[in-house]
């Protein structure tokens, strides 16, 4: 503030009053406070009497609500969290070194084993990665399959979420008829690769199984009865005075602090961000398929929930689109042209050169040009990016994988600092957290 | 930019071929390195916000209706009139035509980050290579937190988003310098990615990148529990994968063997229970 101009002009210019004195007299004496120049004795009784001494309470690693073995260390005042620390690793395997010591095909199994709710989409971005690097495409009947069987995963990958995050804030039920639907999704799952969980069902190049008949009308039942079983979801949740006020303005995350946390997924989108890679940077056929991006307004467990519920619909309108467009076509379902894939196996078995081939081609891998790519799908949990770098060898030098809810667990902290200590359940729970993932 | 520039990215032998000689190329191999690193040595200025680290929050991150209208150039002052809008960004996301064009082209000069930092930051660019529609910026390693809100600030780049940062161990692949730290970004504005490498010895150290992005606090932890690197100014450079008391040394370096330096006990594989020879059946007949 200049001295040189007049007071008054100052107060009408910025709308406020900056004089010193009108100041000082509104503000708070401090120095009266009896609570900051209080005696000994009284200082001693606020500490025991109101319980403000810093406690520390150790969660986990088995606590059944925080999804696997998650062990968060907090400091509390009363109910208040002060402080929160994470830690991680108790399911640390190593799977970057693991990659570094196998070749390039023998990786995809192992990428079932990180995020192993939803399995499919991690075979997907690992696939993904290695084709980007060796120059392969897919045939495009083949992208549909893929991308039918990774939104089928983001659904079971919901699923979980929403059944396990409903079950720690208190709703059971919601458990029982979330994993219930699940159970369709693994039985579409088993008819297609043979497994479940572990489905290891995406290969470079395409598919070198034919598709089972049958598969495409089980998979239209489930989305004739899918979108009910949503509404009823709903319905339970909704209309749960105790869900929307534990959900409500919990975690609330702005989207500059979203940004600043390289939050991705839901997450990020529940804070107004409007960045869906499948959008953004389409990866398979996802730039002819309709569908939407939900954003949330607030940032909040509630905004997340419902951007994952629109997320689901949405999978449900990609599922439709592809499943009307590949029926009855039978082009071929693997890119056989290219070096890079496994050979035909009915040539294998029948004459001697296509065997000597396979036969090379499964004992010493195949070596992909020197380079580095980094590939990032839309994962249910957020970007799965796969970062591989080749010297030449049948094995990758580098394999990384960056997981999404690795990241998006470095926010949790900013998240539960300030909020109450049962709140930072529903806060674990919203970001949506598989242990599995998370270590690597 | 201003015409002059823009000219220049477009033939950029004719312009660069001149200063090349005068600038000390950095002594350093990679492994791909064909393509020289044309230093240009203008004077530039480095703005002077670069040099204070602050989480910065991007004034186009509002994703209601309102758009963030035409970029300024901070430069010449002129506006793009294709940028700016975060819905035409992101429709035009399919082709990359338009605003996105000189992030794809096969001359990486056009590429717009590698232009912003051959403006300001000349000194820091050591390569920058192109490998299956990726690009790959080789800076030095004491400029990379400048680099990095240089590229998050400057409104033709708008890196803002920090989407991956890891290490990988060049042990085997060239002499030195031995690590290599990974920084991938990405542009929410134009869609877009750049990946930049920081090339590090063992024991020496580069810029945290927490102050300008909180995400990176946990995956520099990761590069630091895995490689052992050390990040200057990060608030709790600790161990975070592994165990707090682990002292086996950091298992992503190449000279780490894949089950530990430990001994491991070697478990008796030879039968102690004779094996009972059980009659083939397969065939009729041969029993």
Same mark, same amino acid.
Request: proline residues 6%; hydrophobic residues 35%; aromatic residues 8%.
């Given at each position: 503030?200049?001295?040189?101009?007049?007071?008054?002009?100052?107060?009408?210019?910025?709308?406020?009053?900056?004089?010193?004195?009108?100041?000082?007299?509104?503000?708070?004496?401090?120095?009266?406070?009896?609570?900051?120049?209080?005696?000994?004795?009284?200082?001693?009784?606020?500490?025991?009497?109101?319980?403000?001494?810093?406690?520390?309470?150790?969660?986990?690693?088995?606590?059944?609500?925080?999804?696997?073995?998650?062990?968060?260390?907090?400091?509390?005042?009363?109910?208040?969290?002060?402080?929160?620390?994470?830690?991680?690793?108790?399911?640390?395997?190593?799977?970057?070194?693991?990659?570094?010591?196998?070749?390039?095909?023998?990786?995809?199994?192992?990428?079932?084993?990180?995020?192993?709710?939803?399995?499919?989409?991690?075979?997907?971005?690992?696939?993904?990665?290695?084709?980007?690097?060796?120059?392969?495409?897919?045939?495009?009947?083949?992208?549909?399959?893929?991308?039918?069987?990774?939104?089928?995963?983001?659904?079971?990958?919901?699923?979980?979420?929403?059944?396990?995050?409903?079950?720690?804030?208190?709703?059971?039920?919601?458990?029982?008829?979330?994993?219930?639907?699940?159970?369709?999704?693994?039985?579409?799952?088993?008819?297609?690769?043979?497994?479940?969980?572990?489905?290891?069902?995406?290969?470079?190049?395409?598919?070198?199984?034919?598709?089972?008949?049958?598969?495409?009308?089980?998979?239209?039942?489930?989305?004739?009865?899918?979108?009910?079983?949503?509404?009823?979801?709903?319905?339970?949740?909704?209309?749960?005075?105790?869900?929307?006020?534990?959900?409500?303005?919990?975690?609330?995350?702005?989207?500059?602090?979203?940004?600043?946390?390289?939050?991705?997924?839901?997450?990020?989108?529940?804070?107004?961000?409007?960045?869906?890679?499948?959008?953004?940077?389409?990866?398979?056929?996802?730039?002819?398929?309709?569908?939407?991006?939900?954003?949330?307004?607030?940032?909040?467990?509630?905004?997340?929930?419902?951007?994952?519920?629109?997320?689901?619909?949405?999978?449900?309108?990609?599922?439709?689109?592809?499943?009307?467009?590949?029926?009855?076509?039978?082009?071929?379902?693997?890119?056989?042209?290219?070096?890079?894939?496994?050979?035909?196996?009915?040539?294998?078995?029948?004459?001697?050169?296509?065997?000597?081939?396979?036969?090379?081609?499964?004992?010493?891998?195949?070596?992909?040009?020197?380079?580095?790519?980094?590939?990032?799908?839309?994962?249910?949990?957020?970007?799965?990016?796969?970062?591989?770098?080749?010297?030449?060898?049948?094995?990758?030098?580098?394999?990384?994988?960056?997981?999404?809810?690795?990241?998006?667990?470095?926010?949790?902290?900013?998240?539960?600092?300030?909020?109450?200590?049962?709140?930072?359940?529903?806060?674990?729970?919203?970001?949506?957290?598989?242990?599995?993932?998370?270590?690597? | 930019?201003?015409?002059?520039?823009?000219?220049?990215?477009?033939?950029?032998?004719?312009?660069?071929?001149?200063?090349?000689?005068?600038?000390?190329?950095?002594?350093?191999?990679?492994?791909?390195?064909?393509?020289?690193?044309?230093?240009?040595?203008?004077?530039?200025?480095?703005?002077?916000?670069?040099?204070?680290?602050?989480?910065?929050?991007?004034?186009?991150?509002?994703?209601?209706?309102?758009?963030?209208?035409?970029?300024?150039?901070?430069?010449?002052?002129?506006?793009?009139?294709?940028?700016?809008?975060?819905?035409?960004?992101?429709?035009? !996301?399919?082709?990359?035509?338009?605003?996105?064009? =000189?992030?794809?082209?096969?001359?990486? +000069?056009? /590429? $717009?980050? &590698?232009?912003?930092?051959?403006?300001?930051?000349?000194?820091?660019?050591?390569?920058?290579?192109?490998?299956?529609?990726?690009?790959?910026?080789?800076?030095?390693?004491?400029?990379?937190?400048?680099?990095?809100?240089?590229?998050?600030?400057?409104?033709?780049?708008?890196?803002?988003?920090?989407?991956?940062?890891?290490?990988?161990?060049?042990?085997?692949?060239?002499?030195?310098?031995?690590?290599?730290?990974?920084?991938?970004?990405?542009?929410?504005?134009?869609?877009?990615?750049?990946?930049?490498?920081?090339?590090?010895?063992?024991?020496?150290?580069?810029?945290?990148?927490?102050?300008?992005?909180?995400? !990176?606090?946990?995956?520099?932890?990761?590069?630091? =529990?895995?490689?052992?690197?050390?990040? +200057?100014? /990060? $608030?709790? &450079?600790?161990?975070?994968?592994?165990?707090?008391?682990?002292?086996?040394?950091?298992?992503?370096?190449?000279?780490?063997?894949?089950?530990?330096?430990?001994?491991?006990?070697?478990?008796?594989?030879?039968?102690?229970?004779?094996?009972?020879?059980?009659?083939?059946?397969?065939?009729?007949?041969?029993?």
């Amino acid at each position: 503030m200049t001295t040189t101009r007049d007071p008054a002009l100052v107060a009408a210019d910025t709308g406020r009053d900056l004089d010193q004195g009108a100041f000082a007299e509104t503000a708070y004496d401090f120095t009266e406070d009896p609570t900051t120049t209080g005696t000994l004795e009284i200082a001693d009784e606020r500490d025991l009497g109101s319980g403000s001494r810093e406690m520390t309470l150790n969660m986990g690693p088995q606590h059944p609500s925080t999804h696997g073995v998650l062990r968060i260390v907090l400091k509390l005042d009363g109910e208040v969290i002060t402080d929160c620390d994470p830690v991680i690793g108790y399911l640390h395997r190593g799977t970057e070194k693991l990659g570094e010591n196998h070749r390039y095909v023998q990786m995809v199994p192992w990428t079932d084993r990180t995020d192993y709710v939803s399995a499919p989409q991690n075979n997907l971005g690992c696939v993904l990665a290695f084709e980007k690097l060796c120059g392969v495409e897919a045939p495009e009947r083949a992208q549909y399959w893929r991308v039918i069987m990774a939104e089928l995963s983001r659904i079971a990958s919901h699923l979980v979420w929403l059944g396990t995050h409903a079950l720690d804030i208190g709703a059971l039920s919601m458990s029982l008829y979330c994993f219930r639907e699940r159970e369709i999704i693994l039985d579409i799952f088993e008819a297609f690769c043979g497994a479940r969980l572990t489905t290891n069902m995406m290969e470079m190049g395409g598919f070198s199984r034919p598709i089972p008949n049958g598969l495409i009308e089980q998979i239209r039942d489930f989305l004739k009865i899918f979108p009910d079983r949503q509404m009823e979801y709903q319905d339970l949740l909704q209309a749960n005075p105790i869900w929307m006020a534990r959900t409500k303005g919990n975690g609330i995350i702005t989207p500059q602090a979203a940004v600043s946390y390289s939050l991705t997924g839901a997450c990020l989108r529940a804070s107004g961000i409007n960045y869906d890679i499948r959008k953004a940077e389409p990866y398979l056929v996802y730039d002819q398929l309709d569908f939407e991006v939900p954003l949330g307004q607030s940032g909040d467990t509630y905004d997340r929930y419902l951007v994952r519920m629109e997320e689901m619909r949405q999978a449900i309108r990609l599922i439709t689109q592809c499943v009307d467009r590949i029926d009855g076509d039978d082009r071929p379902l693997m890119a056989y042209e290219s070096a890079y894939v496994i050979p035909p196996h009915k040539g294998t078995m029948t004459t001697a050169e296509d065997m000597q081939r396979h036969f090379i081609w499964v004992i010493k891998g195949f070596s992909p040009p020197k380079g580095e790519v980094y590939q990032a799908i839309e994962h249910s949990k957020g970007e799965l990016g796969y970062y591989v770098v080749s010297d030449g060898s049948p094995m990758p030098y580098r394999f990384r994988i960056r997981s999404a809810d690795f990241v998006n667990l470095s926010s949790l902290p900013h998240m539960a600092t300030g909020a109450m200590l049962a709140d930072i359940v529903a806060m674990i729970g919203t970001i949506d957290i598989i242990l599995g993932s998370v270590d690597r | 930019m201003s015409d002059n520039d823009t000219d220049r990215n477009r033939q950029p032998n004719a312009s660069t071929d001149g200063n090349q000689p005068d600038t000390p190329q950095p002594n350093r191999k990679y492994i791909d390195d064909e393509t020289p690193s044309p230093a240009i040595a203008d004077p530039a200025e480095t703005i002077a916000a670069v040099t204070e680290p602050t989480a910065a929050p991007a004034e186009h991150l509002s994703t209601s209706t309102e758009s963030a209208g035409e970029i300024v150039d901070p430069d010449s002052g002129r506006t793009h009139p294709e940028g700016g809008d975060e819905s035409s960004a992101l429709t035009s !996301a399919a082709d990359p035509s338009g605003a996105r064009a =000189d992030w794809y082209d096969d001359d990486v +000069e056009r /590429h $717009p980050a &590698l232009r912003v930092l051959r403006d300001l930051m000349p000194d820091a660019v050591i390569a920058a290579v192109r490998f299956r529609n990726e690009t790959t910026l080789h800076v030095e390693p004491q400029a990379l937190r400048e680099v990095c809100i240089l590229l998050q600030r400057d409104p033709r780049t708008s890196l803002t988003f920090l989407s991956d940062l890891t290490a990988v161990d060049m042990l085997r692949l060239r002499e030195a310098p031995r690590f290599d730290v990974v920084v991938q970004l990405y542009s929410l504005r134009y869609r877009t990615r750049v990946r930049l490498k920081a090339g590090i010895e063992d024991g020496e150290s580069v810029p945290s990148l927490v102050p300008i992005w909180n995400g !990176a606090n946990w995956l520099e932890r990761e590069v630091y =529990d895995m490689f052992g690197l050390q990040f +200057e100014g /990060h $608030p709790n &450079l600790k161990r975070i994968l592994l165990a707090d008391d682990w002292s086996e040394g950091h298992p992503l370096r190449k000279d780490y063997p894949l089950r530990g330096w430990s001994e491991y006990p070697v478990y008796n594989t030879e039968r102690t229970v004779a094996r009972v020879r059980t009659r083939w059946t397969g065939r009729a007949g041969t029993a």
